[in-house]
């Protein structure tokens, strides 16, 4: 448990272009990578790891040219959070996230609150979230919440569990319940009051370290307050989408890069196949065509999906753009979830019983993404593609939901 911690503050490289961003992502993903395959490493807190995110100065690139970062296309960051999963899935939601709340910033704050994180985030500082709690009806029902006190003071109270990267993260970007309805918050993660728990013991994605933070009176600096100002944009979560999906793809290629290494040097072939090596089998030659094919297309779907994303950056009021990028997203989700389960899963088939042992830590790929790959429902993604190629319906996300909530007074306190 942690409310003051310091993080570290070392030199952090200034990137001069994407690809050299994409360069970079693969360079420091062999490192962790490392880290990743040893079973020894597993269950500690990835704090070299997300180090290394922000000295590579991947962190930064998605701030805009106009303040002083790379402003890369959203096309870099996918891959930048796809290829950092390759190597470790928990570590590639910490770029994730921090990718999604760093957008944030540029909303509905103060020039002065912006500029401060800005700096902070080129400086090498990452940011976490705090929006999901757990108990409620569901997750629009807010128990944290924003109060005004008889000193006229904003205080914060209440609590949050699925806070990926704040326990290693410099700022805690939140949703909270007030009288007047949803609201922002930025928190420093020194903030009198804030309390970060290391207590994220899901058998996979544990380097995401998403467990609680708590909120005990915090008294709020009202520029740090961002009032939710008419509904969300129909598009709003096709940002965290489309690097969840790069999350999955990556971890898909982690797995059979994995398995392809461990047939090469460690498998046996089977009695009946005739062959002196087990990459010489004819039955695992396929099946090993298959994963690839499953990979392929997923990487494809997620590169698509990064294209549509960057027109729609720059048009973002054209209605047929929008309804594109959110079935290429959603088309992504599917075949990334896909692909990582049937992959991380299925590899074992192949490999014997001696790739179970815990030495080779290979059940890594399957615990990451079964546990990433309950985020989001792929269900409910499916069935807003179904919905307008059969009946013509609008594609949607569950943006439409929350702002009937919000609407509905969900967002304010119980009285």
């Known amino acids: 448990m942690s409310s003051v911690q310091a993080l570290p503050v070392t030199p952090v490289r200034v990137l001069g272009s994407e690809a050299e961003a994409i360069a ?36 930064a690139i998605g701030v805009p040219k ?15 959070v796809r290829l950092i999963s390759v190597a470790d899935g928990g570590v590639g939601q910490l770029l994730q996230i921090h990718n999604v709340m760093l957008r944030g910033i540029f909303n509905g704050y103060p020039d002065a609150v912006r500029d ?18 757990i108990g409620g009806k569901n997750k629009f029902a807010l128990k944290t919440r924003i109060e005004r006190r008889a000193d006229g003071k904003l205080i914060l109270n209440g609590s949050k569990f699925y806070s990926t990267g704040s326990y290693l993260a410099e700022w805690i970007s939140l949703t909270a319940a007030s009288e007047e309805g949803g609201a ?36 709020l600096d009202e520029d740090f307050v961002s009032p939710r100002k008419g509904p969300m944009k129909r598009t709003g979560l096709t940002f965290p989408q489309i690097l ?7 971890i898909a290629a982690g797995a059979l890069g994995a398995a392809v290494d461990y047939l090469k040097q460690h498998a046996r072939p089977w009695v009946e196949s005739g062959v002196d090596h087990a990459s010489e089998e004819p039955h695992i030659i396929k099946q090993i065509g298959e ?52 992959i991380s899963s299925d590899i074992f088939s192949l490999l014997g019983a001696s790739s179970s042992l815990s030495k080779w830590n290979l059940d890594r790929f399957w615990r990451n993404a079964r546990v990433h790959t309950t985020h989001d429902p792929i269900r409910w993604r499916l069935h807003h593609v179904g919905n307008y190629y059969l009946n013509c ?23």
């Open 184 to 219: 922002g918050v930025l928190l420093n993660r020194n903030a009198p009051g804030l309390t970060l728990v290391d207590d994220w013991h899901a058998f996979g994605q544990q380097n995401s370290v998403s467990g609680t933070v708590l909120f005990d009176n915090i008294e």
């Open 66 to 80: 106009a303040f002083g970062g790379l402003g890369a296309s959203v096309a870099t960051i996918v891959e930048t």
């Open 393 to 415: 319906v609008d594609p949607g996300e569950y943006t439409a939901i929350l702002n009937a909530k919000e609407q509905q007074g969900a967002t304010r306190p119980a009285p």
């Open 244 to 250: 969840h999906a790069a999350i999955d793809t990556g």
């Open 24 to 59: 970079v992502a693969r360079e420091i993903a062999t490192e962790i990578a490392a880290i990743a395959a040893d079973s020894q490493a597993n269950g500690q807190l990835p704090r070299r790891q997300a180090q290394l995110l922000s000295d590579s100065g991947l962190t």
């Open 116 to 133: 401060r994180v800005v700096s902070d985030v080129l400086a090498g500082k990452r940011l976490g979230n705090a929006l999901a709690e």
């Open 291 to 342: 994963y690839a094919v499953a990979l392929r297309a997923a990487e494809s779907l997620l590169r698509d999906a990064a294209r549509v994303f960057d027109e729609h950056e720059q048009d973002p009021d054209n209605k047929e753009l929008q309804d594109q990028l959110i079935l290429s997203v959603a088309t992504a989700r599917a075949h990334s979830d896909s692909a990582s389960l049937k």
